[in-house]
Antibody
């Protein structure tokens, strides 16, 4: 059974940093692109970043480019999102998501999602 | 970036109704269009990918169509468990984008 479990969320002050983790199980992690998608309170879904299975292709939304860094450790079956220079508008539930089996790149759709982790940026 | 525009933003319907949601891309995305369902407090669930392919386990009352810039999600006979918010998402570009969502409410 595929499972994705996010951790590392919480309350942080504006300008601060936080690192999210997503522990994956139930599939061959290194074979699949992964992504982070967020949802501000009461708002829609926003794609944040994606990384290929080998970690060599990485893309970011304009809203987080230069502040967030996606990475993965395939030996630990874990996806990360390092978030720096956090702003109030980064407040959201962050989901990690697995690329669908049929996808061959990071330009993909997602068949499994974690339960989400809340990040609150506030003083 | 490719902008995705959904309409309507919300709708009210009754059980048994046929419901259609539209999604328009700001440029041609071929058939790289996917649909998700999200219920309150839950993660999104993939319904349809590549414009019209039903994800495994999704009921056949859901269907998708379209190519280029205009796409539709149709629920042929709305069931109580279908009241939720629906999102389209393009996977044509490396910079993925979602539509703003359509909330389907009980009339």
């Amino acid at each position: 059974e595929v499972q994705l479990l996010e951790s590392g969320g919480g309350l942080v002050q504006p300008g601060g940093s936080l690192r999210l983790s997503c522990a994956a199980s139930g599939f061959t992690f290194s074979n699949y692109a992964m992504a982070w998608v967020r949802q501000a309170p009461g708002k829609g879904l926003e794609w944040v970043s994606a990384i290929s299975g080998g970690g060599d292709s990485i893309y970011y939304a304009d809203s987080v480019e230069g502040r967030f860094t996606i990475s993965r450790d395939n030996s630990k079956n874990t996806l990360y999102l390092q978030m720096n220079s956090l702003r109030a508008e980064d407040t959201a539930v962050y989901y990690c998501a697995k690329a669908h089996t049929f996808c061959t790149s990071t330009s993909c759709y997602f068949d499994y999602w974690g339960q989400g982790i809340l990040v609150t940026v506030s003083s | 970036d490719i902008q995705m525009t959904q309409s309507p933003s919300s709708l009210s319907a009754s059980v048994g109704d046929r419901v259609t949601i539209t999604c328009r891309a700001s440029q041609s995305i071929s058939r790289y269009l996917n649909w998700y369902q999200q219920k309150p407090g839950k993660a999104p669930k993939l319904l349809i990918y590549a414009a019209s392919t039903l994800q495994t386990g999704v009921p056949s009352r859901f269907s998708g169509s379209g190519i280029g810039t205009d796409f539709t999600l149709t629920i042929s006979s709305l069931q109580p468990e279908d009241f939720a918010t629906y999102y389209c998402q393009q996977s044509f570009s490396n910079l993925l984008t979602f539509g703003g969502g359509t909330k389907v409410e009980i009339k």
